[in-house]
């Protein structure tokens, strides 16, 4: 994952290992609120989100949680939880477009 940094941690124990995902995302979401002022011709081709990769470790990380653990990245049931994600207003910051009159959405996201 580009711009992520991986950090492992061994717990003092010696046997549990975690590992921290680490990325400078205000410049992807400074990206994302000047693209929400461009107006969007046409729906093919629509620029919809910019999502940093730690969100998608996050979003991930939540479903396992869940028991979801067969769930794989970038796979037709993640992106349908990528999608439910994006028509959440609290992921709003993560869209660069302006969908059409939904409750909780405004140009001036930031």
Do not use: C
Not at 37 to 44: A, L, S
Not at 51 to 70: D, F, R
């Amino acid at each position: 994952m580009e711009g992520v940094l991986i950090r492992p941690h061994l717990d003092s124990n010696g046997r549990d290992l975690a590992i921290e995902h680490v990325q400078d995302v205000a410049p992807i979401l400074e990206w994302n609120s000047r693209a929400r002022g461009d107006e969007q011709h046409g729906e093919w081709g629509r620029h919809v989100a910019r999502i940093p990769n730690v969100i998608y470790v996050q979003w991930l990380n939540e479903e396992h949680a869940k028991g979801n653990t067969s769930l794989r990245l970038f796979t037709p049931e993640f992106d349908a939880i990528v999608q439910r994600k994006l028509d959440d207003p609290e992921w709003a910051y993560l869209r660069t477009d302006r969908p059409k009159l939904q409750a909780g959405w405004s140009a001036e996201l930031s």
